[in-house]
């Protein structure tokens, strides 16, 4: 009875490291995807600027909410990783790269 | 602030309430109108409790008060629901008629 | 996705329940200072009358600053409160000076007890007393957990029209989970606003990008979206200051009527002198104030804010949705109740989760103690610290210098005192007496404020005084809600001891005995 305990608990650690994972992924990684998107919809929403500005900022939060659920909707974690991480990347650049609107 | 759309919302959470049969057979009440006439009515006072905030209180400030006084209602039917439900149906009754003794007004 | 919900629920739930309750308390800010500083009269004036009388007040003790911000009353503040800034001197900094309390009519200081009133609590709901930036952002994690819970508590609800109306009572796991989906379900519209409006209210601090995204620096930004403030350089020239009184009636006339509530003048008593009067935002959604700006010397009117586009108006609307300063006092209290079902949602998710992993055939995990214990300590200590915080400002000598920050540390020994003591009983004791001695403190608020004042429910009632006579109800009523809680956990069934046989005091699970049933398992 007591031999099995051992890789239970080292089961239980492996997947709680995972859940972490997981949980850190969606909260920075989609952070980081939901501000990047938000503020490249910012960047070409057409209109006065500071409307532009002002809808990217109010629609982050569900972007944010969103992304992050879905985070732990998704099976893989690393597909979910490549998902926010790219997102945040290429729509980061793409901003960085445009630059702020003459 | 009138409350006359909060009134209207709870008879109206009181009728869609008795629509459904778990809730409707708590009253031991054999002449209870029927399943669809409930559902329907129940709706109805819905929008009309609405309508009546937006008439009132202009568009904005009416849905507000509409969606505020609607999210005490309903509690306040399923607590009333959950603990005396021959009285929360009456309350329905009354709830109404002092709504419209207010928009008589 | 039910597992996703309750995690977030479970980890966010402690803080989000205090964040609730100061928040629903905050609702009355300005009527919860009031009632902590009763020796203050409410006067009223007009608009004209406070700003020059608070003017004047200012002109005799310190003519040579670099700004008067003058907070006008209104019939919930009932006094004018004056902010100045000092003239920024580098050989000698000055020290910030603390908000003056100003007759309405004749603008003379107001002497009252220091409290902090209102204030705290609504800076607790978004501050958490930690320092700058970690409370806000803490907060802010919470409100996203919050607003994720929210969304993922819909998409697991599969029964959520059948069990629409259901509440059952005295059916264990069962009861509480109806309680918890009946306090989210039907108040869905209020919590799922509150909560995506209060990550709004910070919104420059949470989510500066897409701001930056189009400036080169936030201060753009503002300045596009509501104008630049008038930010000039003092011209060191000496020149009256003129009287503000046609300036607020020329603005009460481009508001169709609606008063200031703000007047802010720059470089007084300088020819580079702007008077900014701010429009009140007690009348519409919008809480973002229209501003008109004058020249000090002149009278007349440089700037205007900008009349918002769609995006900007529907951000102030969500500010104003958050802060609830377009309700009259029925709506208020609407919104008082519907942050106490908010409350209820967060605290019975919290304890649904330990009911629901409580068997009846084995001792509770670490886990599900730590969160029953954490519970206690969030859920039923904290009324009982927030009572501890009004009956100090009663019991506190008015002249005693520090007394405010008294007050403060008063709720906060209680609340977290109370907590560590409730360890020392068993859980179940702990519900009952926490919650039990917070109605006794709630009830013996009225009766302190009869003994240490004037203003007692009595005496009230007779001077038709609306607001002490609330106040008092409120916490008998408050008292009364702590007191049901403390009675329906009296009569939960004791839960079943893991002690062995032999102990007397069956209620009590020792630690040793504890550890031998776990290794026994």
Redesign the interface.
Known sequence: MGHDRQPRKMIAWHSAARMTARGLTALVGGYAAAAALSSLLARLLPGPPAEASAWGMIVSFALFAGLGLWAFHARRLAHVAAVLWGAALLAGGAVLLLGVRP | ?P?DSGLISYAA?AS??LA?K??GSSLGWSALPPQRVLRVLGWALLALSAIVAVARLGP??GV??W??????A??L???M???RPRLSAILAGVSLVCALFTAIH | MAWIHAWLGLLAGWILFAMFLTGTASYFRPEITRWMQPELRSTHASAEQAAQAAINHLQATSPGDQQWFIYLPDDRTGVTRVFARAKPNPAKPAPRRPELKLDPVTGQPLTARDTKGGEHFYRFHFQLQLPHPWGRWLAGVCAIFMLAAIISGVITHKRIF?D??????RKGQRSWLDAHN??AV?????HAMITYTGLITLVAMYMPWPAQANFKRFEDFTAAAYGAPAEGKASGQAAPLRPVGPMIQAAERAWGGDPPRTIVIRHPNDAAATVTVLRTTAS??NARPDSITFSGVTGQQLSKSPPPGPAISTAG?MLG?HLGH?A?P??RW??F??GL?GAAMVGTGQVLWVVKRRKANAPPFFGLRLVERLNIGAIACLPAGMAAFLLANRLIPAGLPGRANLEVSAMFWVWFGLAALSLLRPARRAWIETLGLAAVAFATIPVVNALTTDRGLVASLVAADGLFVSFDLAMLAIAALCGFGALKAARQPEPRSFAPARQARAATPKPTSVRENADAV
């Not at chain 2, 969606?67 to 005490?72: E, F, L």
């Not at chain 3, 039907?186 to 209020?190: D, E, G, H, R, S």
């Open positions: 602030m409350f959470f869609l309430a459904m778990k809730h904005a400030l507000t008060a969606i505020g006084q609607m999210c005490v309903a509690p039917l399923v607590l629901l959950s603990w | 059948a629409f109306f259901t509440l059952r009572w009946a306090s039907l108040a869905l519209p209020f519409r959604l609307v949705l377009f009259d029925a709506l609407i919104c109740l519907l079902t």
